[in-house]
């Protein structure tokens, strides 16, 4: 694309690690929630839930006709963000949308040539931005909503001025002192500088930066191209550093600011990006840069895949963000309507921040519908926890999550390209017997179910409900995967594991590896739902199969690294007695296993 811009590569593997040209940069896609900042309180407000809001990335990266009429990511200006906030304010403010977040390009031109101050800071671009930033930030607050804004982290290189450019407010500071004196690049597009924090002038840069966004009156600052993450790693992509100093500069302005990071975040430094900011991008964009907004092959469908792992980290304080939600406008989203409705439900039960990136002055009615939906919205902003899958990341999956009250948030998905039954059994969930179902997407109560529910989804469908359950703890047998009764061959073998329930686990399941436990003993004959506790730091697949029959291979989702041990359900056909369930690897790589738990009744 540019010369002198984030370029945008449709292939699915690169898209978000090259959603723009190196020399310039800019722009993955899409905000997030929220973290600890240095003000803990305030930080924990501003993040007590995850936000909802409108982003302009989407549109400027479409190929839909009209969309970008002036030339790649022309879409952006100050008529159509005025356009999106005063239809915001008029469809959707009230179920809780309220941030109008400007992406990259409000300081480049349409040939994406770039526009500083004397300070080495952006500055609006007049064609697009002609009243200034400001002024687009007073309109949006007039509306009773809150501004957001974009840069890439590091100094853009256009900035630099021969290193001659001096930073506000730092006597004797120019752009030579802020950056390394080899001026090595950073960020997803090395369109930057890597700023140097040893010399206390890159701090003064980035306080001036922070200063003019608070003066301006912005109230959310996504930071674009951060690493690890972005598609990069090592010593010269690490921004930890720098996302310090933001949050540092945001909270010595005093004006509460959102800082949100993108994307493809490393998760072995989450703890750094919940220490440091209000919320984090886990995957690449979710756009298909084509002539729709998004694709389901185009990474939609990727998110079942890479959110799992993130679950744990998310809560009040910081929120795993899994980019725009796009459902609002039919042919221009892309999607089928059974699609756009898995999107939305997994958005919601996973609490990532609920933003659209579709045009809000088209909306069509099942677009609106599915946007504002309060039920579905209480899931996302209200005391329910993140979902997770309590199935193997099979096509049919059930996600859940036990909620304060003691109901249940469930999810059945079907991601085959095929229409198919999925069930969701009560046992996987922890409870036998009854339980009543609400529909909530429906606005429907399904009445009283025995065990389980089943529904016929279409391909790529979904159902959301709430399960209220009306019958009693399940029980079960524990076998540790360790114990000296089972059996191991190939490579397997026993190593510690303090996350595990007697702090061993079977690892080393890996190119035939097998794990048999042996003498698990039922009373009937019947198919057994046994939950498997395990660790996996990628999704990894096994064959299951019990008393030596015919085995089958299940997705475990990941657990986010090699030291958490989470669980899924896995049925199995058991026989009255003794019997042995076998873990095999294949010819592939399987998750270490810490144990199973096997109900005493089919």
Same mark, same amino acid.
Not at 217 to 222: A, E
Not at 577 to 586: H, L, M, Q
């Given at each position: !694309?540019?010369?002198?811009?984030?370029?945008?590569?449709?292939?699915?593997?690169?898209?978000?690690?090259?959603?723009?040209?190196?020399?310039?940069?800019?722009?993955?896609?899409?905000?997030?929630? /929220?973290?600890?900042?240095?003000?803990?309180?305030?930080?924990?407000?501003?993040?007590?839930?995850?936000?909802?809001?409108?982003?302009?990335?989407? !549109?400027?990266?479409? #190929?839909?006709?009209?969309?970008?009429?002036?030339?790649?990511?022309?879409?952006?200006?100050?008529? $159509?963000?005025?356009?999106?906030a005063d239809a915001m304010a008029a469809k959707l403010k009230k179920y809780?949308?309220?941030?109008?977040?400007?992406?990259?390009?409000?300081?480049?031109?349409?040939?994406?040539?770039?526009?500083?101050?004397?300070?080495?800071?952006?500055?609006?671009?007049?064609?697009?931005?002609?009243?200034? !930033?400001?002024?687009?930030?007073?309109?949006?607050?007039?509306?009773?909503?809150?501004?957001?804004?974009?840069?890439?982290?590091?100094?853009?290189?256009?900035?630099?001025?021969?290193? #001659?450019?001096?930073?506000?407010?730092?006597?004797?500071?120019?752009?030579?002192?802020?950056?390394?004196?080899?001026?090595? @690049?950073?960020?997803?597009?090395?369109?930057?500088?890597?700023?140097?924090?040893?010399?206390?002038?890159?701090?003064?840069?980035?306080?001036?930066?922070?200063?003019?966004?608070?003066?301006?009156?912005?109230?959310?600052?996504?930071?674009?191209?951060?690493?690890?993450?972005?598609?990069?790693?090592?010593d010269q992509y690490d921004n930890v550093a720098d996302v310090a100093a933001?949050? #540092?500069? +945001?909270?010595?302005?005093?004006?509460? +600011?959102?800082?949100?990071?993108?994307?493809?975040?490393?998760?072995?430094?989450?703890?750094?990006?919940?220490?440091?900011?209000?919320?984090?991008?886990?995957?690449?964009?979710?756009?298909?840069?084509?002539? @729709?907004?998004?694709?389901?092959?185009?990474?939609?469908?990727?998110?079942?895949?890479?959110?799992?792992?993130?679950?744990?980290?998310?809560?009040?304080?910081?929120?795993?963000?899994?980019?725009?939600?796009?459902?609002?406008?039919?042919? !221009?989203?892309?999607?089928?309507?059974?699609?756009?409705?898995?999107?939305?439900?997994?958005?919601? +039960?996973?609490?990532?921040?609920?933003?659209?990136?579709?045009?809000?002055?088209?909306?069509?009615?099942?677009?609106?519908?599915?946007?504002?939906?309060?039920?579905?919205?209480?899931?996302?902003?209200?005391?329910?926890?993140?979902? /997770?899958?309590? @199935?193997?990341?099979?096509?049919?999956?059930?996600?859940?999550?036990?909620?304060?009250?003691?109901?249940?948030?469930?999810?059945?998905?079907?991601?085959?390209?095929?229409?198919?039954?999925? &069930?969701?059994?009560?046992?996987?969930?922890?409870?036998?017997?009854?339980?009543?179902?609400?529909?909530?997407?429906?606005?429907?109560?399904?009445?009283?179910?025995? $065990?389980?529910?089943?529904?016929?989804?279409? %391909?790529?469908?979904?159902?959301?409900?709430?399960?209220?359950?009306?019958?009693?703890?399940?029980?079960t047998t524990a076998y540790e995967a360790e114990s000296p009764a089972n059996?191991?061959?190939?490579?397997?073998?026993?190593?510690?594991?303090?996350?595990?329930?007697?702090?061993?686990?079977?690892?080393?399941?890996?190119?035939?590896?097998?794990?048999?436990?042996?003498?698990?003993?039922?009373?009937?004959?019947?198919?057994?739902?046994?939950?498997?506790?395990?660790?996996?730091?990628?999704?990894?697949?096994?064959?299951?199969?019990?008393?030596?029959?015919?085995?089958?291979?299940?997705?475990?989702?990941?657990?986010?690294?090699?030291?958490?041990?989470? &669980?899924?359900?896995?049925?199995?056909?058991?026989? %009255?007695?003794?019997? @042995?369930?076998?873990?095999?690897?294949?010819?592939?790589?399987?998750?270490?296993?810490?144990?199973?738990?096997?109900?005493?009744?089919?």
């Amino acid at each position: !694309m540019r010369s002198s811009s984030y370029s945008v590569m449709p292939a699915r593997a690169l898209r978000a690690l090259v959603v723009l040209a190196l020399t310039a940069g800019a722009t993955s896609a899409v905000p997030a929630a /929220r973290a600890e900042t240095a003000a803990p309180v305030e930080s924990t407000a501003l993040a007590a839930k995850p936000y909802m809001g409108w982003s302009s990335w989407s !549109m400027q990266s479409s #190929k839909y006709p009209g969309l970008n009429p002036d030339g790649d990511y022309s879409y952006l200006t100050e008529a $159509n963000v005025i356009k999106q906030a005063d239809a915001m304010a008029a469809k959707l403010k009230k179920y809780g949308y309220e941030y109008v977040n400007i992406d990259a390009g409000w300081w480049r031109d349409n040939t994406w040539k770039p526009r500083f101050d004397q300070y080495g800071r952006q500055q609006a671009d007049p064609v697009r931005f002609p009243s200034g !930033m400001k002024a687009v930030a007073d309109h949006i607050h007039a509306r009773g909503l809150k501004a957001g804004i974009y840069l890439p982290v590091g100094l853009e290189k256009e900035a630099y001025g021969d290193g #001659k450019v001096p930073i506000r407010n730092a006597d004797g500071c120019t752009t030579a002192d802020i950056v390394h004196d080899d001026l090595r @690049t950073t960020n997803g597009w090395d369109s930057s500088y890597k700023l140097d924090f040893s010399d206390p002038c890159a701090q003064k840069y980035v306080d001036s930066q922070a200063r003019m966004f608070a003066d301006w009156g912005y109230d959310f600052l996504k930071l674009d191209g951060v690493g690890p993450g972005s598609g990069k790693s090592g010593d010269q992509y690490d921004n930890v550093a720098d996302v310090a100093a933001w949050q #540092k500069a +945001i909270a010595a302005t005093g004006r509460p +600011i959102h800082l949100e990071l993108s994307w493809s975040l490393d998760i072995g430094r989450v703890a750094d990006w919940k220490k440091h900011s209000q919320g984090w991008r886990i995957d690449i964009d979710v756009e298909c840069y084509c002539n @729709t907004l998004v694709s389901w092959e185009n990474s939609v469908d990727d998110r079942w895949d890479d959110a799992p792992g993130w679950t744990r980290h998310a809560g009040p304080g910081g929120w795993n963000d899994l980019d725009s939600l796009d459902v609002g406008n039919g042919a !221009m989203d892309g999607l089928t309507k059974a699609e756009r409705q898995s999107y939305a439900t997994l958005w919601a +039960i996973a609490k990532s921040p609920l933003y659209t990136g579709d045009d809000l002055t088209r909306l069509d009615t099942y677009g609106l519908s599915l946007l504002t939906n309060r039920e579905v919205i209480a899931v996302n902003q209200g005391a329910t926890p993140p979902a /997770r899958p309590v @199935t193997p990341s099979d096509p049919q999956q059930v996600w859940a999550a036990r909620n304060p009250d003691g109901t249940y948030t469930v999810a059945l998905f079907n991601l085959a390209d095929a229409p198919a039954a999925v &069930t969701a059994h009560w046992a996987s969930l922890g409870f036998t017997g009854k339980a009543t179902v609400r529909d909530l997407w429906n606005h429907e109560n399904l009445g009283t179910y025995q $065990n389980k529910i089943t529904q016929a989804l279409p %391909a790529h469908g979904s159902r959301l409900f709430t399960v209220t359950p009306r019958g009693s703890a399940l029980t079960t047998t524990a076998y540790e995967a360790e114990s000296p009764a089972n059996t191991l061959g190939g490579n397997a073998s026993v190593a510690d594991c303090p996350a595990c329930s007697d702090g061993r686990k079977v690892g080393n399941l890996y190119l035939g590896g097998t794990l048999r436990f042996n003498d698990i003993v039922v009373d009937k004959a019947g198919t057994y739902l046994i939950k498997v506790a395990y660790v996996s730091g990628d999704p990894r697949s096994a064959d299951v199969s019990a008393n030596g029959g015919g085995a089958t291979r299940h997705k475990f989702p990941s657990t986010g690294d090699w030291g958490t041990a989470e &669980t899924v359900n896995v049925p199995v056909t058991l026989k %009255a007695g003794a019997n @042995t369930i076998t873990f095999d690897s294949g010819t592939g790589y399987a998750p270490d296993i810490d144990r199973i738990d096997v109900p005493k009744s089919s």
